[in-house]
């Protein structure tokens, strides 16, 4: 029977032992969160994941979701739990207090989501999307909007949507086609279809308040002529009690993959009523308030699918008996050993196992900056670890995900015939984790942004090189950590280089960053979790005559000796540049 359980001493080894947590809490704001504190919170909310939504996970995606005459209804158990999750405040955890959130760090709300998509994807998606509505209305929104909306989105009892792609366009906004013209009473009437819009319909509030990208009247072609509206579900009374249905429903949900618990819809905006939100054609920048708080959600959510097929991979190797290990049998009294035993098994659990633990700190190291971007005093400061988040917004986003889907793949492998089967589980979550490779924003977008935009366009790259620098420089000499910072130092000097090289022929060869932009976000991101390999290692070098940190040595060499090297094959792959990619005419495929 599969089981998951939030991996609360990982969370706070990569909290305490490796980012210093303790000092994190001198920023403004969060002074209150001693560890009694976020243990409670953490204990508390793998209860709730573990025990309310994880039993969940299978049958919803096994019942899927219900249409008819434009009503969706969720799968069974989805309500409850959904009441459950409000009424824990669990949505509203670094909502401003002001909105009556918690006002916590995004470190810990990061785990929390961990757990949240571990136990339940589909489930996952309804909270995650309205936490982005409630960043984007606060940071864009007019003080108006905030009042009557802020409150409702940060506790949950209202959901978000984002309304941004149509049949025409996906990854290029600027084809969009959906109109806004306005009323001259302030608001704006809408019409168009917008197409694979998650949570677009449900049953689990009673409003949900759409972002929606349209074009007005006189707009400009293309990305520049693009705004953003606020489109209720239920229009709003001035007092705040829900009124008239609005002009926007649902006519379809689509039949798909994975995260069968959440709809997918196509949204039909028939003369809908709308309010401006940010500046007229100001609208995919204002969006990026929340696409970026999505695409690193999303982030989240390949690291927690790896994590909990992990877990399930681990517990079936530990009781499935087939063949004898090579060095003898384990147990002579049992007609086989477990399969844990072999090799090859090994070789699959440590590369899950190394690819989960090392997300989990790039997320955090992440969701740190994050932090400090948001409430550090000093300006400077904070603009610095603006700069990081924005570098590795796409690298979290990307690399994540396709670790998700790398390691979810390996767990159905390790059960064999038996992962093929749906009631084993581990299909589902190669099924569930695959869309998170596309939306948000493809992953060839998401590495193309990283090269082209972050690296190349904003020079942003010293703000990861700075810190693995100084590490190398300053544990220079130190033999105990030599066996990881020398191919942590090897790796960072392939990535370096390659930067060095894109960079040159990029200025006269417009393909080559997009030929390299794929193989350039994994060698980056590998360098990055060779970084965090390392740290990790130092912290616990010291502690090994522990368990748990004599593990995380084992699983650190594992990385550094059985993954790392792709970054030798990754840096070779952009050194060949764009010629062989685009040397084969259009006509011959
Ligand atoms: C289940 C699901 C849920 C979704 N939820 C939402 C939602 O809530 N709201 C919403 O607005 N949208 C949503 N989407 C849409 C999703 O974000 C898009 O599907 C995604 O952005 C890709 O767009 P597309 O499918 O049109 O692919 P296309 O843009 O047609 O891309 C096709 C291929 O071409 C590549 N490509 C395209 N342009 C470039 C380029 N310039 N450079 C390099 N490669 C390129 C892509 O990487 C991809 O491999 C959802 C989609 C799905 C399937």
């Not at 990307?398 to 992962?419: I, K, P, W, Y």
């Not at 950590?481 to 894109?502: G, N, V």
């Amino acid at each position: 029977m599969p089981q998951f359980h939030p991996p609360l001493r990982d969370h706070l080894f990569c909290l305490y032992d490796l980012l210093g947590f303790e000092s994190h809490t001198r920023l403004p704001g969060f002074e209150a969160f001693s560890r009694d504190v976020i243990e409670a919170v953490l204990e508390q909310s793998a209860r709730f994941c573990s025990d309310v939504l994880y039993p969940l996970n299978r049958s919803a995606d096994e019942e899927g979701v219900h249409f008819e005459n434009g009503v969706v209804t969720t799968p069974k158990g989805f309500r409850e739990a959904y009441s459950q999750l409000v009424a824990g405040g669990w949505p509203s955890l670094t909502a401003s207090p002001e909105h009556g959130g918690q006002g916590m760090p995004h470190m810990v709300n990061f785990l929390f989501e961990e757990m949240l998509n571990g136990a339940n994807l589909s489930f996952g998606l309804f909270p995650g999307l309205t936490r982005g509505a409630y960043v984007l209305l606060t940071e864009q929104g007019s003080a108006e909007q905030v009042a009557q909306y802020g409150p409702k989105l940060a506790s949950g009892e209202w959901a978000g949507s984002m309304c941004l792609t149509e049949a025409h366009c996906g990854t290029d906004l600027g084809l969009l086609k959906t109109q806004a013209v306005p009323r001259g009473d302030g608001s704006y009437s809408l019409s168009g279809t917008k197409i694979f819009i998650s949570a677009g319909e449900h049953d689990l509030t009673p409003n949900i308040v759409y972002f929606v990208l349209a074009r007005l009247p006189d707009a400009p072609k293309g990305s520049k002529g693009i705004s953003l509206f606020l489109v209720p579900k239920l229009l709003v009374d001035e007092d705040g009690s829900l009124a008239a249905r609005n002009g926007i429903s649902c006519g379809a949900v689509e039949h798909k993959m994975g995260i069968h618990g959440c709809p997918t819809c196509v949204m039909n905006l028939d003369g809908a009523t709308g309010w401006l939100v940010g500046e007229a054609n100001q609208g995919l920048k204002a969006m990026f308030s929340m696409m970026n708080t999505e695409r690193i959600a999303v982030g989240i959510h390949g690291l927690a699918v790896a994590e909990a097929s992990y877990q399930n991979a681990v517990a079936y190797a530990r009781e499935r008996l087939q063949g004898r290990a090579p060095s003898g049998p384990r147990d002579a009294a049992k007609p086989a050993d477990p399969i844990i035993v072999h090799p090859d098994v090994r070789r699959m659990l440590m590369t899950q196992r190394a690819l989960t633990e090392g997300c989990r700190m790039l997320a955090l190291w992440t969701a740190q900056a994050l932090d400090v971007s948001e409430r550090h005093a000093d300006a400077a400061v904070r603009k610095q670890a603006d700069g990081f988040v924005a570098l590795m917004t796409p690298v979290v986003k990307a690399f994540l995900t396709d670790c998700g889907s790398e390691v979810a793949n390996l767990g159905v492998q390790v059960l064999g015939g038996h992962g093929f089967i749906r009631a084993n589980g581990q299909e589902q979550y190669v099924r569930d984790v695959r869309i998170t490779q596309i939306y948000e924003g493809t992953n060839g977008v998401q590495s193309a942004d990283l090269l082209g935009r972050k690296v190349l366009h904003l020079d942003l790259f010293d703000s990861f090189a700075r810190p693995v620098k100084s590490f190398v420089e300053r544990h220079e000499g130190n033999e105990a950590l030599d066996e990881f910072l020398e191919p942590l130092a090897a790796s960072y000097d392939l990535l370096q280089d390659a930067t060095w090289m894109i960079r040159e022929r990029a200025a006269s060869h417009p393909e080559e960053a997009g030929a390299a932009a794929v193989d350039y976000m994994r060698l980056f991101a590998l360098t990055a979790l060779a970084y965090l390999w390392a740290r990790a290692a130092e912290v616990s070098l010291p502690k090994s005559n522990e368990d748990f940190h004599r593990a995380k040595l084992s699983t650190a060499r594992f990385f550094m000796q059985r993954i790392l090297p792709d970054t030798a094959s990754l840096h070779a792959r952009i050194v060949s540049g764009a010629a062989p990619v685009m040397e084969l005419d259009e006509a011959m495929f």
